[in-house]
T-cell receptor, first 115, second 114 residues
């Protein structure tokens, strides 16, 4: 079956603009989470959604937001872009069976460059 | 808070040599531990995970890891390196406040020379 799909794969934005990234989880997965990967900070958790509700949030400013739709697809938005927001943004999905240490599957990521 | 330490940002081995990538964790509760691999310009691929079923975990591509509670370690090994193993490897621990929230180590880049 199809994996986690992220669009767009690459994009370039200008400082001050906003950007929306999209993620389609693996079929049947209800939990979607987002991570930011940069050379300096590594992989950092942004937020997680389950049944259209944000369950967990990382330590990022309010410019970073997200949402989840009834079909589990998710979007994340970054407003008022800064140069430091240039990063690989990874979406991940899972079945949400915590007692089994469920596997979290990652997409290929969206490369955002802010100029 | 959970944390993961990966010793060595770069590890170099020759093709056919043993691969050993180190990971130590800090967790207030029994952890779920993961190893992921990232090839250039790609996302993360799960190699293996520890969920308390067995301390020696076998994963894909010939990798395995052993959970040692007394040493708070979860080192990744492979008996014989292949050129195709060259990539970045990340150890991660589940945050008990949310099992879908992973805390990652800083990563180890594996270089394999012929």
């Amino acid at each position: 079956k199809a994996g986690v799909t992220q669009t767009p794969r690459y994009l370039i934005k200008t400082r001050g603009q906003q950007v929306t990234l999209s993620c389609s989880p693996i079929s049947g997965h209800r939990s979607v989470s987002w991570y930011q990967q940069t050379p300096g900070q590594g992989l950092q958790f942004l937020f997680e959604y389950f049944s259209e509700t944000q369950r967990n949030k990382g330590n990022f400013p309010g410019r970073f937001s997200g949402r989840q739709f009834s079909n589990s697809r998710s979007e994340m938005n970054v407003s008022t872009l800064e140069l430091g927001d240039s990063a690989l943004y990874l979406c991940a999905s899972s079945l949400d069976r915590a007692e089994t240490g469920n596997t979290i599957y990652f997409g290929e990521g969206s490369w955002l460059t802010v100029v | 808070a959970q944390s993961v330490t990966q010793l060595g940002s770069h590890v170099s081995v020759s093709e056919g040599a043993l691969v050993l990538l180190r990971c130590n964790y800090s967790s207030s509760v029994p952890p779920y531990l993961f190893w992921y691999v990232q090839y250039p310009n790609q996302g993360l691929q799960l190699l293996l995970k520890y969920t308390s079923a067995a301390t020696l975990v076998k994963g894909i591509n010939g990798f395995e890891a052993e959970f040692k509670k007394s040493e708070t370690s979860f080192h990744l090994t492979k008996p014989s390196a292949h050129m195709s193993d060259a990539a970045e490897y990340f150890c991660a621990v589940s945050d008990p406040t949310g099992f879908q929230k992973l805390v990652f180590g800083t990563g180890t880049r594996l270089l394999v020379s012929p």
